[in-house]
């Protein structure tokens, strides 16, 4: 099975750095997906972390440790519109249960003046 | 806009009634998956299907059911229904459903069962 942990909130300074962590437990592993959530809205896709390392883009980066089970999220140069809830995704390997996500609880980002 | 359509975009019934949620994949996606949002859940993958044949089953009830036709959209069909039903349901759509497959999501069909 799989079990993905990662904060429920975080508070956070407009024009500084926040940092979301997600950590997981998993039968297999395909890839981890960070999506951003408005309240009522649809997720929205941020990054895909397949290999260790660092994706950068632009203000968001993501951060993947296979070895660890552990990921994270970088939002850099925070703006109001950036709070949302923010969703760690993991992906299993590929087996009879096709390609599916399991999502962790959320980290809803609350981003202050 | 991600290019996934879902109708309708509110529904309110009763329980015990059934209804029925109606997404279109994005241009050119095979693959259609269903995802069920509550507050106390978060997001829980229902199914998945891949150019109209069911690929992959997650927590989905008895009580719900899901087909893909042949011109890819996809109905979720969902019966008896019950309070704890309540919830968000997304459709999200993706090109292949392969291993390297990002899965965009349509807005939402909010269900709110009295």
């Known amino acids: 099975g799989q079990n993905i942990d990662q904060p429920t909130e975080m508070t956070a300074t407009e024009g500084a750095i926040v940092q979301i962590n997600c950590t997981y437990q998993?039968?297999?592993?395909?890839?981890l997906f960070w999506y951003q959530q408005h309240a009522g809205e649809a997720p929205t896709f941020l990054s895909y972390n397949v290999l260790d390392g660092l994706e950068e883009k632009g203000r968001f980066s993501s951060f993947l440790s296979r070895s660890k089970g552990y990921s994270y999220l970088l939002l850099k140069e925070l703006q109001m519109k950036d709070s949302a809830s923010y969703l760690c995704?993991?992906?299993?390997?590929?087996?009879?249960?096709?390609?599916?996500?399991?999502f962790g609880g959320g980290t809803r980002l609350m981003v202050k003046p | 806009d991600s290019g996934v359509t879902q109708t309708p975009k509110h529904l309110i019934t009763a329980t015990g009634q059934r209804v029925t949620l109606r997404c279109s994949p994005r241009?050119?996606?095979?693959?259609v998956y269903w995802y069920q949002q509550s507050l106390d859940q978060g997001l829980q993958f229902l199914i998945q299907?891949?150019?109209?044949?069911?690929?992959a089953k997650g927590n989905i009830l008895e009580r719900f059911s899901a087909q893909q036709f042949p011109d890819l959209h996809s109905e979720l069909n969902l019966s008896s229904l019950e309070l704890g039903d309540s919830a968000l349901y997304f459709c999200?759509?993706?090109?292949?459903?392969?291993?390297?497959?990002?899965?965009?999501f349509g807005p939402g069909t909010r269900l709110t069962v009295l």
């Open positions: 241009s050119g996606d095979l693959s």
């Open positions: 998993t039968s297999g592993f395909n890839g």
């Open positions: 299907y891949y150019n109209g044949e069911e690929r």
């Open positions: 995704a993991v992906r299993g390997a590929p087996n009879n249960a096709g390609n599916m996500l399991t």
């Open positions: 999200a759509s993706s090109p292949s459903g392969g291993a390297a497959d990002t899965q965009y």
